[in-house]
């Protein structure tokens, strides 16, 4: 029994490398390998869908490669193979920051070129790549909730919890962005802010309350993925379809209904097709060489206008934001 | 009369619905909203899954158990029923979805019952233990996800109203979920159980000694077991209907809610040690939480001192039934001796 | 006297190679009251656990109304009339004394359904059994100990109940509660109902049943009709062993006083107490369950302060408003309810004897001596003859006897003039009740003085010089134990 399974494991190692074998004719083109968390999650089965793209429209050989599970051990497993398999750039998006660190090193050391994405704290990489500053994100948030609001009325903001680092960040620039740009809109002065502890029902009780106390209470920016469809529920019910509005983060098809409905005019998200791409286009530049500085343009969507982030020299933040309304809430697959 | 008084006054009862009704007043006094028709309708309706949870909990605890593992145990066998149907495409109404999960929480109860009453292990150690089992299962087996979509019949199902209210000064609506039906139903069912029945006599008779229960002739080992498995189909109950009500399953949403059910299910009296306490008394309780949890905006609290207050709450509920308890102490001992005088 | 009832015939029974019975052969016919009596740890336990059938017996074998069974369930025993009424009475508590009357009968019917109807009727008739008047719908842990005893004895009525078996049932009732227990059993006897009553209990022996059964060892030592019997015998009987009594003689050495308490009271407990203690002089304080007794035990000793009158230690006036001041003036006590009160039974017993004075063991800083704490408890162990092969042992692993004794070293460890003790020898079995009276004189003939508080009357006869007897909180009687007797003591008590 053993045996066969040794076997087994034998030959599972050597399918890499025989696949890279018959794939090292290109040798003039750069071998660029997006690494994702997993290969399932449909999240990155959009993100193949970018790199695939990709990869139709280069010379490069492009191509994405993610373990069956998400599972720290086997990714750092895959880009150890990676390595092995002597590619020139590799793209990943890391499940555990601690266990792919020294993978990574590995990997730099081997000369080859390491962006990641969601990996700001990394050290071991060339670049790592964020969709979007905190600031940005939550002034695109902002106007998102602005528009559905007409700019004016009354608004409050909501978070997991008042501890969560990047949701009151996003909350604290949605508001600063209201007070610069729309001077009808007026943050409620007895709850500025609220919770849901990342829980659906907490956001929809917690809603239901806020709009009983304050009748002229008009917007909602929610934060968390749990935040808008919570908010949304209460607004339907309460019979508020219309007279109140919320915005926030959401997946396409888990909003679906709500959208269609047009309870929730739209939900903000960032595309994973995209991030892989811009992931790509970084690694070319890095092995052409090109000075990354400044300002920087990668030719996709969003990331036309790369700056890095404060006091970073290796991570930079993108505008890759997008708006989910019920037009588009089908094109992305998950 | 002075003795029906007296047998009033001695039970904890009537001191939870004055803090209740205390509470409601406040409520109102600050926001205006509270006996409104739809901010009641809103209460009923928060109040059906904690209810639900509470009526469970607090059997077990009238055996003299505790249970810590029912979030866990409902999240497992919602999450696995909504998963099961999804995967099959189901189309159907809500009928079997339930039949479904209570078939898994009957499974999911069997198997704390087996280790607490065949094995006579101690409760907190066994639903500690379940719960991180239940807990694994569904991360592990199930690969547990948020399931934003759930079945149609569910999700209809969910919304149905058996009545909507309506506030005529702000025009804002609040439906009246038909799973208020169930929590009902579960109301009347333990009551006439725990009441009515051998079994349920049974369950308060454990409680209050388990040795004597045993040799009274009940039966100890299998009451037990029966209990952990309905205790387990109450809650998946519970569970499921909250899916219905989210119209999604979030697999770790309710974990966690043990605690504040069993600080309703004490506040309202029920003796931790087991063998006393009431299903009237155990509803004031969880009512108090879910009220107090679902007003705090209203009565304008700010959010940073939310925990705060609730958890004052619960120090000053159960101080004041610990207060009766011993206050009940002393006036028997004094009442016994003035007994030895007379005679 | 015709058949017996039950025949329990060359029972054998042992537990992981210790032998509990040894060729045991006990009989008793319809309507007879029989005490089972021995020390603790003699067998009697488990005897009555074969008989209703909770063991099974190695060997012998039971003839219930000469049918003959080698091994009997717990079922087949209540189908063929035993009941056993234990210690802790096996009620709940929790619940009303109808539905404790009640269950048993339903169960036994295999009734699925509560009709609270039925179930009134079968409680009302199984208390007017025994004529006894009680709220049914009172809660059970609300009443007193004689009346949950009630429920239990009517229990067991309930069904064709032909032997009762009461384990200890006089442990914790009053004289009163007992004397009406007493008359129950008798009318019981006049319906036929044999009672076999377990006791260690002398005089309760003597005065309820008809025949008596001893074991010692797990062997039955003497069996026969109670009137062939005496005390000296049964403490015999009892122990394996002969004790002298003596009475305690107190001759005079100094006219002072050393503690003399002053129309002292407190509200609702007691009023206008004066007496003084000697060195060298055993006071017993004597009086019924609600006299005061206690509460001025406590007061004595600080835990519910005096509000009116004095307390003198060696003619100087002090406060005792805590326990760590009456101990500081040399002042010890000895609870009534030694198991709660006056000992840590999870701890060794080496620790529980010098708590008291650990003040006095410590060194600078609070840090113990420990040398000197192994030497101190090394010599009371001795000295008081605990029976334990190592003093680090969990307390609660002694026998009541012996724990007494620890409570006891606990006190002397201090060096105290006066030592306090309620209800000494409670639960105590009879062997180390006479140790421990005579620990107690000897440490009066060492010059301590010693108030005893006991409403057991030979124990205040016998060890004490003088005997103050308490009613409603008063003092009502002053007396020589030497010029009195229990006759006269009780006349002052009632």
Not at chain 1, 54 to 83: E, M, N, S
Not at chain 1, 135 to 150: K, R
Not at chain 2, 210 to 229: C, D, N
Not at chain 3, 97 to 125: G, Y
């Amino acid at each position: 029994m053993k045996k066969v399974l040794a076997m087994v494991l034998l030959v599972l190692v050597m399918v890499p490398v025989l696949f890279a074998a018959g794939k090292a004719e290109a040798k003039s083109n750069y071998e660029i390998v997006v690494v994702p968390k997993d290969a399932s999650n449909p999240w990155f089965v959009r993100m193949k869908v970018g790199v695939d793209e990709f990869a139709k429209g280069t010379h490069h050989t492009v191509y994405q490669r993610g373990t069956p599970d998400i599972d720290a051990t086997l990714q750092a497993q895959l880009v150890q193979d990676l390595i092995a398999q002597g590619v020139d750039a590799l793209c990943v998006v890391p499940v555990d920051l601690e266990s792919i660190e020294p993978v990574l090193a590995q990997a730099r050391k081997a000369g080859i070129v390491v962006i990641t994405h969601e990996g700001a704290d990394l050290e071991n990489v060339d670049y790592d790549i964020e969709a979007f500053s905190n600031v940005g994100y939550g002034a695109f948030i902002m106007d998102n909730l602005a528009e559905a609001m007409g700019g004016e009325g009354v608004y409050t903001t909501m978070v997991a919890s008042l501890t969560n680092g990047s949701h009151n960040e996003w909350a604290d620039a949605g508001v600063a962005h209201q007070k610069a740009n729309y001077p009808k809109m007026t943050l409620l002065a007895a709850e500025k802010r609220v919770e849901s502890f990342d829980n659906g029902d907490v956001a929809y009780n917690v809603a239901k309350e806020l709009f009983k106390k304050y009748p002229n209470l008009k917007g909602i920016m929610g934060t968390s993925s749990y935040d808008a469809p919570g908010v949304a529920r209460a607004i339907e019910e309460l019979g508020l379809i219309d007279k109140a509005f919320t915005s926030g983060t959401g997946m396409p098809l888990d909003n679906a209904a709500l959208l269609e409905s047009g309870i929730v005019k739209s939900l903000t998200l960032w595309d994973p097709a995209l991030a892989g791409q811009a992931m790509i286009a970084l690694a070319i530049k890095v092995l052409d060489g090109e000075k990354i500085s400044g300002v920087v343009d990668l030719g996709v969507d969003g990331y036309t206008a790369l700056q890095f982030k404060e006091g970073s020299k290796t991570v930079l933040e993108g505008e890759g934001w997008i708006v989910i309304n019920k037009d588009n809430v089908y094109d992305f697959g998950f | 009369m002075k003795n029906r008084l007296k047998k009033l006054t001695s039970r904890n009862e009537p001191y939870i619905f004055l803090v209740l009704l205390a509470v409601c007043i406040l409520i109102e006094i600050r926001s205006g909203q509270f006996f409104s028709p739809n901010n009641l309708v809103d209460i009923a309706s928060a109040m059906i899954v904690p209810g639900l949870m509470a009526i469970g909990a607090f059997m077990v605890i009238v055996s003299g158990g505790i249970d810590v593992s029912f979030p866990a145990l409902a999240s497992l066998s919602f999450y696995a029923t909504t998963k099961l149907l999804l995967d099959h495409n189901y189309q159907g109404g809500v009928v079997l979805p339930f039949l479904i999960a209570i078939g898994f929480g009957a499974l999911l109860g069997a198997f704390n019952g087996l280790f607490i009453s065949y094995f006579k292990l101690p409760t907190l150690i066994v639903t500690l233990g379940s719960s991180s089992v239940f807990k694994g299962l569904m991360q592990g087996a199930l690969n547990s996800r948020q399931l934003a979509v759930i079945p149609t019949g569910m999700r209809e199902w969910g919304k149905k109203a058996l009545f909507v209210a309506k506030n005529p000064v702000s025009g804002l609506t609040s439906r009246m979920p038909v799973a208020f039906l169930v929590f009902l139903f579960a109301l009347v069912f333990a009551f006439f159980l725990l009441r009515f029945t051998m079994f349920g006599r049974g369950i308060y008779a454990i409680g209050g000694s388990e040795v004597s229960a045993e040799r009274a002739g009940f039966r100890v080992v299998l009451t037990k077991f029966l209990l952990y498995i309905m205790v387990g189909m109450i809650a998946s109950v519970a569970g499921l209907i909250r899916v219905c009500m989210m119209q999604q399953a979030h697999p770790t949403n309710m974990l966690g809610m043990e605690m504040n059910i069993i600080a309703g299910v004490v506040l309202g009296g029920t003796a931790i040690t087991g063998g006393r306490g009431t299903l009237l008394g155990c509803m004031l309780g969880t009512l108090l939480i879910v009220i107090v949890e679902n007003s705090l905006i209203l009565i304008g609290i700010p959010t940073s001192w939310k925990s705060v207050f609730t958890g004052a709450l619960i120090i000053i509920g159960t101080g004041v039934s610990a207060y009766q308890v011993m206050h009940q102490g002393k006036t028997r001992s004094s009442k016994g001796k003035k007994q030895e005088v007379a005679q | 006297m015709g058949e017996s009832l039950l025949k329990a015939v060359n029972i054998y029974k042992s537990f992981v190679g210790v032998e509990a019975l040894k060729n045991v052969t006990f009989e008793i016919k319809p309507g007879e009251i029989h005490c089972l009596a021995g020390e603790n740890g003699s067998g009697k336990s488990t005897l009555i656990k074969i008989i209703s059938g909770v063991y099974t017996p190695d060997a012998g074998y039971m003839e219930f109304e000469g049918k003959r069974f080698s091994k009997i369930t717990p079922i087949d025993a209540i189908k063929n009339g035993i009941q056993v009424i234990y210690q802790d009475f096996s009620i709940f508590p929790n619940l009303t004394v109808m539905e404790n009357l009640a269950f048993n009968s339903e169960l036994a019917d295999r009734r699925k359904l509560v009709n609270h109807k039925r179930m009134r009727q079968i409680a009302e008739e199984a208390i007017a059994k025994i004529d006894f008047k009680v709220d049914l719908d009172a809660i059970v842990g609300n009443l007193s100990v004689a009346e949950k005893q009630m429920i239990a004895i009517s229990r067991a009525l309930i069904f064709n109940t032909k032997l009762i078996i009461m384990d200890e049932p006089t442990t914790a009732l009053t004289r009163r509660e007992v004397s009406n227990l007493f008359k129950i059993i008798l009318r019981l006897k006049e319906m036929g109902i044999a009672i076999l009553f377990v006791s260690h209990k002398l005089n309760e022996v003597f005065e309820i049943s008809e025949n008596f059964t001893i074991l010692r060892s797990g062997e039955r030592v003497a069996s026969g009709s109670t009137s062939d019997l005496d005390a000296k015998k049964f403490t015999y009987y009892m122990t394996g062993r002969e004790f002298q009594v003596h009475r305690f003689e107190y001759e005079k050495v100094k006219e002072e006083p050393i503690f003399s308490v002053d129309k002292i009271g407190i509200e609702g407990s007691f009023s206008n107490i004066s007496f003084d203690v000697h060195s060298g002089e055993i006071v017993g304080i004597t009086g019924l369950l609600d006299s005061g007794r206690t509460e001025l035990g406590l007061a004595l000793f600080g835990i519910k302060p005096i509000e009116e009158g004095e307390i003198k230690m060696r003619g100087k006036r002090i406060k005792l408003t805590n326990p760590r001041r009456a101990i500081h003036n040399k002042i010890g006590y000895l609870p009534e309810d030694r198991l709660s009160e006056g000992l840590f039974l999870s701890q060794s017993i080496g620790d529980n004897i010098v708590i008291s004075e650990i003040d006095n063991l410590s060194k600078a800083f609070g840090i113990l001596d420990r040398k000197q704490r192994r030497d101190e408890i090394k010599q009371w162990v001795k000295n008081l003859a605990i029976a334990t092969p190592n003093p680090a042992n969990a307390c609660q692993t002694l026998s009541g006897g012996n724990q007494q004794r620890v409570v006891l070293a606990k006190w002397l460890a201090c060096d105290l003039d006066l030592l306090i003790l309620n209800g000494p020898t409670v639960g105590v079995d009879i062997g180390s009740k006479h140790d421990i009276h005579s620990i107690l004189q000897d440490l009066a003939k060492r010059g301590m003085g010693l108030i005893i508080i006991s409403d057991d009357l030979p124990e205040v006869l016998e060890n004490c010089s003088r005997i103050l007897v308490l009613k409603n909180g008063q003092v009502v009687g002053d007396m020589l134990a030497s010029e009195s007797d229990e006759k006269k003591i009780l006349s002052y008590m009632m």
